[in-house]
C-alpha cells in the first residue's frame, strides 16, 4: 500500500501583472519560504523538491538547474515538471508519488509564472493546426471560443450567464489579498468590456499574472508530527485527450471529454454518488467565463444543461451549496505554472478554514482541484480533512 500524503504547509505570493522588483528566485523564494513558515519546517527537513512552469515563456530551458540555491533544491533530487496548463496540478501530482512511494517523508512542490520577463503571447500563439497545416494566430482562443460557442448551442446557456460567472469570480477575488485581478464587477460591466474572439469579451478570459504557489508534502507519520490540520490528498486522476470528442461531434455521436472520464473515475473509485452534496467546495481550474458551467457538467456535478442554472440560482457563489473557485479562480489569477498548484492550496486552506475573508460559509471537509491544459489534458484531485 503506498503511504497516505497530507499537505502540511502552503505558501503563495501576491499576484499581479508585473513585478519588476524581483527576479525569477526571489519571486519563487518568497512563496518557498512562506510554505515552509507555515509547516514549521527549515529547508533542511525538505527531502525531495518538485519544480513546475512553462519554462519558454521566461525563455529560460531547464530553469530548474539554475533556481536551485531559491528553493533549495542543491543536492537534494527532485523532478522539472512542464505539461502546459497541467504543470500546476501535475506538480502536486508527482509530489504525492514520490512521497506515496516511500522514497521521501517530505516533498516541496512549486509552481511559478513571471510572465513579465518575456512575451508570452509570441509562444502560445505559434501553433500549427495539424487540420489545415498553417500556423494559427490564436492560441488557446480558438478551443475556449469554440467550447463557449458549443456549450450555448447545447445547452441554451446565454452570454449574461457568462458574466454572472465572471462576477462571482470578481466578488470573490476582492476578498483574496493574493489575486491578481480584484475589481468588483457587476454583470452590466462585465458586458460592456471589448470583444476579443466572439463570444468572449476581455472580461470572459483569465488575465496573465505573475507569482508563485509553494506546498509542503509529507507522508502520514510525519504530517502528524508537522501540524494539527493536515489535509489528506485522498485520489486524483489524470486523463489525455484530443479536442474532436469535445468540440467536434456530430449529431448521434457521443461526446466524450477528458473531464467527463476523470470525474467519473474519481466519483466511482471513492463511493461519491452526488459530488454537489458529498463535496464542500471545488477550485476548478477555469480559464474562461463558459468553460465553468460547462465543465461543472463534464466532471458529473450536475446535469447537462444544469450548469449555467446552478450559477443563475446562486449555487455556486462563496456563500452557496457548492461553492465554485471561491478564491477567485484562475478568472482573476494565471501565472500558468502556479494556476493548478494554486487550485489545491487554495482548496487545502478551505478544508483547514485558513481562506480568510474568502473562506466559504459552510463546513468543509471534502474538496475537488482540477487542471486543466493542452489539447484536453485533465488532472482531478480529491482532498479531505479525515482520511476516513
Given amino acids: 500500500m503506498p503511504q497516505r500524503v497530507a499537505i502540511v504547509g502552503i505558501g503563495q505570493t501576491r499576484h499581479t501583472s508585473r513585478r519588476p522588483d524581483v527576479n525569477d528566485g526571489e519571486l519563487i523564494n518568497e512563496a518557498v519560504s512562506a510554505a515552509l513558515a507555515d509547516a514549521q519546517l527549515t529547508m533542511k527537513d525538505i527531502e525531495t523538491v518538485i519544480i513546475g512552469n512553462m519554462e519558454f515563456f521566461e525563455g529560460h530551458h531547464l530553469n530548474d538547474a539554475m533556481l536551485v540555491d531559491y528553493t533549495g533544491a542543491r543536492g537534494k533530487s527532485g523532478f522539472k515538471m512542464n505539461t502546459g496548463g497541467t504543470v500546476g496540478t501535475m506538480n502536486v501530482i508527482s509530489g504525492w508519488y514520490n512521497v506515496a512511494s516511500g522514497l521521501f517523508d517530505t516533498c516541496l512542490v512549486i509552481g511559478w509564472e513571471k510572465h513579465d520577463e518575456a512575451p508570452t503571447t509570441s509562444c502560445i500563439t505559434t501553433i500549427t493546426d495539424p487540420a489545415i497545416d ?52 457587476s454583470v452590466e460591466d462585465i458586458l460592456k468590456a471589448r470583444m476579443v474572439v466572439y463570444p468572449l469579451n476581455l472580461y470572459f478570459l483569465c488575465p496573465t499574472s505573475v507569482g508563485a504557489c509553494a506546498t509542503v508534502l509529507a507522508s502520514e507519520v510525519k504530517a502528524n508530527k508537522i501540524t494539527k490540520k493536515p489535509v489528506w490528498i485522498k485520489d486524483h486522476v489524470t486523463v489525455h485527450s484530443d479536442y474532436s470528442g469535445a468540440l467536434f461531434t456530430f449529431p448521434g455521436e457521443t461526446r466524450e ?132
Fill in 134 to 185: 498553417r500556423p494559427y494566430a490564436v492560441g488557446a482562443l480558438s478551443g475556449l471560443a469554440i467550447i463557449s460557442m458549443n456549450y450555448m448551442t447545447r445547452t441554451g446557456c446565454k452570454v449574461e450567464h457568462a458574466a454572472m460567472v465572471r462576477a462571482q469570480a470578481s466578488e470573490n477575488a476582492s476578498r483574496n489579498p493574493n489575486a491578481h485581478v480584484r475589481d468588483r464587477l
Fill in 257 to 388: 471529454t477528458s473531464h467527463m472520464v476523470a470525474g467519473r473515475k474519481l466519483f466511482q473509485r471513492n463511493h461519491i454518488t452526488k459530488p454537489i452534496r458529498e463535496i464542500q467546495v471545488f477550485e476548478m481550474y477555469d480559464p474562461c467565463a463558459f468553460v465553468q458551467m460547462s465543465w461543472l457538467e463534464d466532471f458529473g456535478i450536475c446535469g447537462e444543461g444544469e450548469g449555467w442554472r446552478l450559477v443563475e440560482k446562486g449555487v455556486t457563489a462563496r456563500e452557496g451549496e457548492f461553492p465554485v473557485c471561491p478564491s477567485g479562480g484562475v478568472l482573476c489569477t494565471n501565472a500558468i505554472g502556479d494556476s493548478g498548484t494554486l487550485r489545491v492550496a487554495e482548496a487545502a486552506l478551505q478544508i483547514r478554514g485558513d481562506a480568510g475573508e474568502h473562506q466559504v460559509t459552510r463546513d468543509v471537509k471534502t474538496a475537488l482541484a482540477s487542471g486543466y491544459g493542452g489539447s484536453y489534458w485533465t488532472d482531478l484531485l480529491l482532498l479531505s480533512k479525515t482520511l476516513d
